[in-house]
């Protein structure tokens, strides 16, 4: 798993009026949760550019004020008018303990419903797994070479060293469609042709 290093300050106002006010200096309110005591501070929004508006999942090393802690992103409020963020819910993570994470699906290899005709379309976007924070891989990727024409690759098909997977096993994450010229040739190949 990518990790990145974030700095943040330390809050010592948490209510509405402060938050805005950090807000009006382009700084996100941001709360850390996990090991029972609750880090309330602020970073820079411009440090979430290369860290929110990816498909990627990252681990972030934060520094607030000098004391380092590893943690992944919960939760994130916008704008609902002008998509600004709002605020950052982080979870820290422990070594010791299994953390369920969203990865991105990427896939490698070249179908053969694909040279067939068909169209590749990836039915999940992210899959939630459960792992070590050491175990997790930066993204699961699916080799479809020997994904055929109308065949799917569910999640029950998939095998990963040391994580598992949290969602339903029958759920299909890539798929190979019929399209309708691919269609039409094998109807063309079958039908006899009229006299």
Do not use: W
Not at 16 to 30: D, H, T, Y
Request: aromatic share 6%; hydrophobic share 40%.
């Amino acid at each position: 798993m990518k990790s990145v290093e974030l700095l943040g300050t330390l809050r010592e106002n948490t209510g509405k009026k402060a938050s805005k006010g950090l807000r009006s200096q382009e700084n996100v309110p941001c709360v850390l949760y996990g090991n029972g005591d609750n880090k309330y501070f602020s970073a820079p929004a411009s440090a979430f550019r290369e860290i929110i508006y990816t498909p990627n999942v990252y681990l972030l090393n934060l520094n607030i004020n000098g004391e380092k802690r590893k943690a992944i992103i919960q939760e994130i409020q916008f704008h609902p008018v002008t998509d600004a963020l709002v605020h950052i819910d982080f979870l820290e993570v422990n070594d010791n303990k299994k953390l369920v994470v969203s990865l991105p699906v990427k896939t490698s290899g070249n179908s053969a419903g694909v040279r067939e005709g068909g169209k590749l379309s990836i039915e999940k976007k992210k899959l939630k797994v459960k792992g070590f924070v050491k175990d997790l891989p930066e993204d699961i990727n699916i080799d479809i070479t020997p994904l055929g024409m109308g065949k799917s690759i569910r999640i029950g098909d998939l095998a990963f060293k040391n994580i598992e997977f949290v969602e339903a096993s029958a759920m299909p994450v890539v798929s190979v469609k019929l399209t309708r010229a691919a269609r039409e040739a094998a109807e063309a190949t079958t039908t006899p042709a009229k006299k």
